[in-house]
C-alpha cells in the first residue's frame, strides 16, 4: 500500500504520563475521530476548519472513555501534510489502548516506527536529512547537540547541500552543451573558471565530511579516557568531575580494575568520562584484564586525559608522555597532560613543569590538584577546547550522521576525479560522468534521488508515533 493512501495512528507518548497523545493521520482521520466522539458545544468534526480545538467526550458505543481535547489539521497544513487529529486524553494505560483500539475497529491502521515523519517526507513537508535530524532532536542529551539538531531540522544542512547540488547541475549542463556542439569544438566555459569552482567544491565538501568526527562525539557523546599510572589521582579527578563518589580512591595501587564510565554535560557538549586501570607491570591476573581493557577504552577516545603527578620533574612527566603517545596514544585522538597534586609542590617546581612540559596544538597542559574544586575550571576549560567546542559554534554546518558522512565523501572523490579531469584536458563527456556523480551522491542525502531500502533503513529507527 502507497504511504498515505490509509488512515493511521499511534500514540506519541508512552503510558504513565498525565496527558497523553494520539495522533491519526490520513485521508480518513477526521471522520474515523468524528464517529467517536462526541462535542460539549460544537457538532461535526468533518465541519471543523483546520487549527481547531474541540473539547468532549470519546465514546465506545454508548460508554464514555474519557474527556479530551482533539486538534484538527487539513491537508496540507500538518505535520504529515494530510489530514491529521491529535487527541490528548488521559495517559492511562488502559485509556490509550482503549481509545487506539477503538480507532483501529473504525479503519485506522497502527502505524509503524517513523511513519508519520515518513509520510512527512514523501508529501515534501521536509527533505530527508531534516526528517532524520527529527531523530536526532529527540535523542539530544545535550545543548551542543540539541543545537546541532535544530539547525539541521531548519534546514541548514539542506541548503547547503542543495547549492553544492545547484552548482554542479550548472557545470554539467555547460558541459553536456559542448557535447551537442562537438563538432564544433565549442566551449561555454573557460576551463580556468570551471577548474576553480570545482576545486572550491571539493574542498568543501570535503571540509562538511571532516567535521563528522566532530558532529558524532557531540552528538553521541564524547568519549574521554583517564589514564595514568596507579595512585596518581585518576579516580579522585573523576569523583571531582562529577561531584560525587563514583570511583573507589585507595592508596593501595591498583584499586581500578575495569573501566568506570559515567557522563557529564560541560559547556553544552555531553561527556562520555571512563576511568581506567592504573598503566604499570603487575603480575596479578585480574589487574592485568583490567588494563588490558583500559588499553581497548582508550584506543575508542576522542579525548585522554593523562595524569601525572607534580612531585615529578618536568622531564619525567615528558618522557611518560612520549612513552604513552607511543605506545597508547590513537592519532586523531586530543591529548590533555593533567599535572595532579600541584598543592604538594612548590611555586617553583609548578612554574618549571609549566615552562618545560612540551605541548602542541593537540595536547594541552593542565596543572592542578583533584582536592580543590576551584581547579577543576581549568580542566573544564581544556576539554571544551579539545573537544572542537569553538569550531561547533563556529561552523555553519555540522554533520553527525554516518549516511551523510559517506555520501559527502563520496562527492569530495567524485569532483576530485573532475579536478583531475580538467587539470589533464580529460574529454568533456567522461568529465560530466564524475560531476553526474557526485550530483547523484547530494541528492541521496536529502532524499531527492532514494530507494524504498535507504527509507527503510532510516524510518525503523525512529519512536512509534513520531
Known sequence: MHPGSNTICAPVHQPGSAITIIRVSGPDSIDICDRIFIARRRGRLTREKGYTLVYGDIVNGEEVIDEVIISIYRAPHSYTGEDMVEIACHGSFYIQNTITGILASQGA???????????????????????????????????????????????????????????????????????????????????????????????????????????????????????????????????????????????????TRDAIEDTLVIEGVLYRFIDTAGLRHTEDIVERLGIGKTREKIALATIVILVTEAVQSAVEINREVRHFRRTMMPASASLIIVVNKADLAGEDHLETIKNEVITSDSTSLVVMSANRKDDYMVLKKALASASGLDRINETRVMITNARHYEALMKVSEATGRVVKGLETGLQSDLIAIDVRQAIHYLGEITGAITTDEILGNIFRNFCIGK
Open 109 to 255: 491502521s497502527p502505524a509503524s516506527a517513523g511513519e508519520f515523519t515518513r509520510r512527512a517526507f514523501m508529501n515534501g513537508k521536509l527533505d530527508l536529512s531534516q526528517a532524520e535530524a527529527i531523530a536526532d532532536l529527540i535523542a539530544a542529551d545535550s545543548g551542543a547537540a540539541h543545537r546541532i539538531a535544530i539547525s539541521q531540522l531548519k534546514g541548514g544542512f539542506s541548503n547547503e547541500i542543495a547549492g553544492l547540488r545547484s552548482e554542479l547541475l550548472n557545470l554539467v549542463s555547460l558541459l553536456e552543451l559542448e557535447l551537442d556542439f562537438g563538432e564544433e569544438d565549442v566551449q561555454f566555459a573557460d576551463r580556468n573558471d570551471l577548474l576553480s569552482t570545482v576545486v572550491r567544491l571539493r574542498d568543501y565538501s570535503g571540509e562538511l565530511a571532516a567535521s563528522f568526527s566532530i558532529g558524532n562525539a557531540v552528538k553521541r557523546g564524547i568519549p574521554t579516557a583517564i589514564a595514568g599510572k596507579p595512585n596518581v589521582g585518576k579516580s579522585t579527578l573523576l569523583n571531582g568531575l562529577l561531584n560525587e563518589e563514583r570511583a573507589i580512591v585507595s592508596e593501595i595501587p591498583g584499586t
